[in-house]
């Protein structure tokens, strides 16, 4: 399927949740979801017969632009080879998505990466802590506004 | 001779002339140097060069540098490869375990001073040396085994420098 009709299905299913399909785009089009309709959509985007995205390949955190973070969805699907892009925004000052582990057990570690570097929040996550960063770390360190802390443990941070 | 000739009878009895005689110092200084038994972690890749001087071709083994499981058995600890802040706390905590008189050898720009994560590596520590003292920083990204080799002999130069018996040096 084509990203203009996986939109139309979607749209078609979920109306409000499903807010916009950007095609005019350098990378893949994409289609963006609202955060709180994202784990509904995820499950039909896996089930539905038609669409089958049984693998998501990647799911980051993008500094989207000065007010807004977004989560962003790499589907493909091996049954049908065809891929879609998803993009949740959010706002910085509550960057609350829904967790989609339930529906791709790999988003675990995705999303607790993204919550690392970005501070994404994931409503029912399993296990909502950072991965790469010490657990004690001040900060997510691949925001733009990003300062990094003078000491850590005593131990001097910056050159 | 002279002194070969005031040594008691119970060692005159080899005859063959086997006798070194040295201090104390020298001889404690020479079984030190000559087994400097490194602790078995790598860190980036540093870690993979070190490996190649550990193999067959350079062959650490030669100078007695041999790589064992556990701090309490080791002389010295390479530091080779970029030190996150994370790794940073476990190293302090693995100095920490080894026994006087130890030995560390900063390897690589990662390790000497930050290298490449200088300025936006804000999960990296510029220079193991803010945490624990370093006898010796061998400079590279990576330094080859060559290099490597002779950081380790100026370790072992200044083993043969200190001194044991009288500790008149802190080490």
Redesign the interface.
């Known amino acids: 399927m084509e990203a203009a009709e996986i939109f139309n299905l979607l749209k078609s299913v979920f109306n409000e949740g499903i807010m916009e399909l950007k095609t005019d785009v350098p990378v893949a089009p994409f289609i963006i979801v609202s955060a709180d309709k994202i784990n509904a959509v995820s499950l039909f985007l896996r089930d539905e017969d038609t669409l089958q995205f049984d693998s998501l390949s990647c799911l980051s955190g993008v500094d989207y632009d000065k007010d807004n973070l977004a989560s962003v969805y790499h589907l493909y699907s091996f049954v049908h080879n065809h891929k879609i892009t998803i993009k949740v925004i959010v706002p910085k000052d509550n960057p609350l998505v829904q967790s989609v582990y339930d529906v791709w057990a790999t988003a675990e570690w995705h999303e607790r990466e993204a919550f690392d570097m970005m501070g994404l929040k994931y409503e029912n996550h399993p296990d909502p802590r950072r991965i790469?960063?010490?657990d004690d770390w001040e900060g997510h360190?691949l925001r733009k506004d990003?300062k990094?802390q003078e000491f850590?443990?005593g131990?001097?941070?910056?050159? | 001779m002279g002194i070969l000739n005031k040594l008691d009878s119970r060692i005159e009895q080899f005859e063959s002339g086997n006798i070194i005689i040295t201090t104390a110092d020298k001889l404690l200084n020479w079984s030190r140097l000559s087994s400097m038994w490194q602790m078995f972690f790598g860190l980036a890749c540093c870690a993979i060069e070190m490996m190649a001087t550990s193999a067959s071709h350079y062959d650490l083994d030669r100078f007695g540098i041999i790589p064992r499981p556990s701090p309490r058995h080791c002389d010295i600890i390479l530091i080779s490869g970029t030190v996150t802040l994370k790794m940073a706390t476990r190293i302090k905590r693995l100095y920490d375990q080894m026994p006087s008189p130890k030995y560390i050898l900063s390897m690589g720009s990662c390790s000497n001073c930050g290298g490449p994560y200088w300025e936006h590596g804000y999960h990296v520590l510029k220079g193991i040396d803010r945490i624990i003292p370093v006898d010796v920083y061998v400079p590279g990204c990576p330094p080859r085994p060559e290099a490597l080799l002779e950081g380790l002999l100026k370790v072992q130069e200044k083993i043969r420098s200190q001194s044991m018996a009288k500790q008149t040096n802190k080490v």
């Not at chain 1, 131990?155 to 050159?159: A, D, H, I, L, S």
């Open positions: 790469l960063c010490p360190p990003y990094v850590y443990k131990m001097k941070v910056p050159y």
